[in-house]
């Protein structure tokens, strides 16, 4: 445990002049350029880590936000500084916002490091931002406190809720197949994200939050706060004035992030049902601190970890109804039998300290169910491993067709994203209802950087017979908010030469979700010559890049390992 040292203010990690005196004199008199007063720049600094911005509409209400946790920080007696990151708003970057979460953990590491704060809030939301904060104030290693944006309300079509965004898909899925009209799906866009916040459901956004609230970095309960509700304008004060706490007595992240910590927040994962991507975050988050996980015990976590949290998109209801239902502390509460009650929050308090605390507050079970009558009696992710997947992929069996899981099927290939983009909708693709769908060249290092495409489309001529979902499987990922039987982050990914890359249209793929299975069925033979041939075309290959994209290239993980750099 790191020892916590005394808040240095503004004389805190002073700029090299060879002259130190000269150094403080120096900062404090531009300091005093921005009107500060003697009184304030004696305080302890709070840094606040805003990542607002123009691109990321799960923030317009930072604002308003921001205003609260420097009127916390002032009421306790500390100065707060604002500064920005870069901030990842995930429809809006291209090819992929996961192209940009390590560069903005490395934006956000720095600048803790090197400005004179002594302890930090970070205001993040959108999917990748969580991630990308906690893995740069882990390295960073100052006292840090997690303030999430919050879920967004959900909308009204026609007499139905909306919420961002697998009312986005489930409705484009309608479109597609000739359900609904131009006209309606034009009525849908403006009525699906309505307001600030994150995902309305149990996307990547909200299962972030849950589980950074789990590993104690956040306030306990401010994780599923709707974006809107005054109780997100309260806890952001709170922050604030804990923060300063935080000067004196606060550890940090490192700290506390052990391999008991990282085991509850598996535990969450699978209780509620969460997204896929945050095996990634999760991943590259536990390695910064020095833990591991073992995507084999996760397995063992899945079959003695019930879902008991009823939410879209393996679920009826949204994140505000969560928020009303208990929220993270009542999940908590049912898996008190399988957590490590042990560890601590930024605050010194116990987990079961927390428990015992709240084992009085209210849970509506049509939102939180109890542990001996759950929604499902194991977990609602698994790891899969076999000759396809060597070091592992993920399903995410919540949300997929159970009839699927046991099969042996004919593959359909796609080489690429634009591959997929200019033929999954030709009349004359060689499909049936029973294939396999196979995207290659969606991993971490390939040109499109691991994005949201695994969920690929069902072919228009089989949606509009009536099809509904298929076997897709690709070293991509899968919005939190999506669903149907998906397999994602096959490792090593294709564009590596894993054996994802060998696949051909025709050739069978066996899947077994009972035995945890995922093999393609070719001859080793047939695989040499292919990945010779492989091998000499890769050869002929360069791909021109600069900049922060090369680094990325060059030093980017596969997915078991976090999607991390290996700088770490």
């Given at each position: 445990?790191?020892?916590?040292?005394?808040?240095?203010?503004?004389?805190?990690?002073?700029?090299?002049?060879?002259?130190?005196?000269?150094?403080?004199?120096?900062?404090?008199?531009?300091?005093?350029?921005?009107?500060?007063?003697?009184?304030?720049?004696?305080?302890?600094?709070?840094?606040?880590?805003?990542?607002e911005?123009?691109?990321?509409?799960?923030?317009?209400?930072?604002?308003?936000?921001?205003?609260?946790?420097?009127?916390?920080?002032?009421?306790a007696?500390?100065?707060?500084?604002?500064?920005?990151?870069?901030?990842l708003?995930?429809?809006?970057?291209?090819?992929?916002?996961?192209?940009?979460r390590?560069?903005?953990?490395?934006?956000?590491?720095?600048?803790?490091?090197?400005?004179?704060?002594?302890?930090?809030?970070?205001?993040?939301?959108?999917?990748?931002?969580?991630?990308?904060?906690?893995?740069?104030?882990?390295?960073?290693?100052?006292?840090?406190?997690?303030?999430?944006?919050?879920p967004?309300?959900?909308?009204?079509?026609?007499?139905?809720?909306?919420?961002a965004c697998?009312?986005?898909?489930?409705?484009?899925?309608?479109?597609?197949?000739?359900?609904?009209?131009?006209?309606?799906?034009?009525?849908?866009?403006?009525?699906?994200?309505?307001?600030?916040?994150?995902?309305?459901?149990?996307?990547?956004?909200?299962?972030?939050?849950?589980?950074?609230?789990?590993?104690?970095l956040?306030?306990?309960?401010?994780?599923?706060?709707?974006?809107?509700?005054?109780?997100?304008?309260?806890?952001?004060?709170?922050?604030?004035?804990?923060?300063?706490?935080?000067?004196?007595?606060?550890?940090?992240?490192r700290?506390?992030?052990?391999?008991?910590?990282?085991?509850n927040a598996?535990?969450?994962?699978?209780?509620?049902?969460?997204?896929?991507?945050?095996?990634?975050?999760?991943?590259?988050?536990?390695?910064?601190?020095?833990?591991?996980i073992?995507?084999?015990?996760?397995?063992?976590?899945?079959?003695?970890?019930?879902?008991?949290?009823?939410?879209?998109?393996?679920?009826?209801?949204?994140?505000?109804?969560?928020?009303?239902?208990?929220?993270?502390?009542?999940?908590?509460?049912?898996?008190?039998?399988?957590?490590?009650?042990?560890?601590?929050?930024?605050?010194?308090?116990?987990?079961?300290?927390?428990?015992?605390?709240?084992?009085?507050?209210y849970?509506?079970?049509?939102?939180v169910?109890?542990?001996?009558?759950?929604?499902?009696?194991?977990g609602?992710?698994?790891?899969?491993?076999?000759?396809l997947?060597?070091?592992?992929?993920?399903?995410?069996?919540?949300?997929?067709?159970?009839?699927?899981?046991?099969?042996?099927?004919?593959?359909?290939?796609?080489?690429?994203?634009?591959?997929?983009?200019?033929?999954?909708?030709?009349?004359?693709?060689?499909?049936?209802?029973?294939d396999?769908?196979?995207?290659?060249?969606?991993?971490?290092?390939?040109?499109?950087a691991?994005?949201?495409?695994?969920?690929?489309?069902?072919?228009a001529?089989?949606?509009?017979?009536?099809?509904?979902?298929?076997?897709?499987?690709?070293?991509?990922?899968m919005?939190?908010?999506?669903?149907?039987?998906?397999?994602?982050?096959?490792?090593?990914e294709?564009?590596?030469?894993?054996?994802?890359?060998?696949?051909?249209?025709?050739?069978?793929?066996?899947?077994?979700?009972?035995?945890?299975?995922?093999?393609?069925?070719?001859?080793?033979?047939?695989?040499?010559?292919?990945?010779?041939?492989?091998?000499?075309?890769?050869?002929?290959?360069?791909?021109?890049?600069?900049?922060?994209?090369?680094?990325?290239?060059?030093?980017?993980?596969?997915?078991?390992?976090?999607?991390?750099?290996?700088?770490?």
């Amino acid at each position: 445990m790191t020892t916590p040292t005394a808040p240095q203010g503004i004389d805190g990690g002073l700029t090299d002049y060879g002259d130190k005196e000269f150094s403080r004199y120096l900062r404090r008199s531009f300091a005093k350029s921005m009107g500060y007063s003697n009184e304030m720049l004696d305080r302890p600094i709070v840094g606040i880590a805003n990542t607002e911005s123009g691109f990321n509409s799960c923030h317009r209400h930072f604002p308003e936000l921001l205003k609260a946790v420097e009127r916390g920080v002032l009421a306790a007696g500390g100065l707060p500084i604002v500064f920005p990151t870069i901030s990842l708003g995930e429809m809006y970057l291209a090819p992929t916002s996961m192209l940009y979460r390590n560069l903005m953990a490395m934006d956000t590491e720095e600048m803790i490091r090197a400005s004179p704060m002594d302890s930090v809030v970070l205001m993040g939301g959108c999917d990748k931002t969580v991630p990308a904060q906690v893995m740069g104030a882990i390295s960073a290693g100052k006292p840090a406190i997690q303030l999430v944006a919050g879920p967004m309300s959900t909308g009204r079509h026609r007499g139905e809720r909306l919420g961002a965004c697998t009312d986005c898909r489930r409705f484009w899925a309608r479109y597609r197949a000739g359900d609904i009209t131009a006209e309606e799906i034009d009525q849908v866009e403006g009525r699906l994200a309505t307001t600030p916040g994150t995902c309305a459901v149990m996307g990547t956004a909200s299962t972030m939050a849950c589980l950074v609230e789990t590993l104690g970095l956040m306030p306990a309960g401010s994780a599923s706060i709707p974006a809107v509700h005054t109780d997100r304008l309260r806890v952001a004060e709170e922050t604030g004035r804990l923060a300063v706490g935080l000067t004196e007595s606060g550890v940090p992240f490192r700290d506390l992030i052990t391999d008991a910590s990282i085991e509850n927040a598996l535990t969450v994962l699978l209780a509620i049902g969460g997204s896929t991507n945050a095996i990634i975050h999760l991943t590259a988050i536990a390695r910064r601190a020095g833990c591991e996980i073992s995507l084999k015990r996760f397995n063992e976590l899945s079959e003695t970890t019930p879902v008991l949290v009823d939410l879209k998109p393996s679920g009826d209801h949204y994140m505000e109804d969560f928020f009303a239902g208990g929220g993270v502390g009542a999940v908590l509460r049912e898996l008190e039998p399988l957590l490590n009650l042990e560890c601590r929050n930024v605050f010194g308090e116990t987990l079961g300290d927390r428990i015992e605390r709240e084992k009085d507050n209210y849970v509506d079970r049509r939102m939180v169910r109890a542990f001996d009558d759950p929604i499902s009696h194991v977990g609602g992710l698994i790891a899969l491993f076999g000759s396809l997947a060597p070091d592992g992929a993920i399903i995410k069996r919540a949300a997929a067709d159970p009839t699927l899981f046991e099969i042996e099927a004919r593959a359909c290939v796609f080489s690429s994203l634009e591959d997929l983009a200019d033929r999954i909708d030709d009349p004359n693709l060689d499909v049936r209802p029973d294939d396999v769908l196979i995207l290659q060249n969606a991993g971490p290092k390939s040109a499109a950087a691991m994005p949201e495409a695994g969920c690929l489309p069902i072919p228009a001529k089989l949606a509009a017979s009536g099809v509904k979902d298929m076997v897709r499987i690709s070293d991509a990922r899968m919005s939190g908010t999506a669903y149907g039987t998906v397999v994602l982050h096959v490792s090593p990914e294709a564009a590596v030469g894993g054996p994802l890359a060998l696949v051909k249209s025709g050739d069978r793929i066996a899947m077994s979700v009972e035995k945890r299975r995922l093999d393609l069925l070719v001859d080793e033979r047939t695989l040499a010559v292919r990945r010779d041939a492989l091998a000499r075309s890769s050869a002929l290959e360069a791909t021109e890049e600069f900049g922060y994209r090369t680094l990325y290239r060059q030093k980017v993980q596969q997915a078991h390992l976090g999607c991390d750099f290996d700088l770490w």
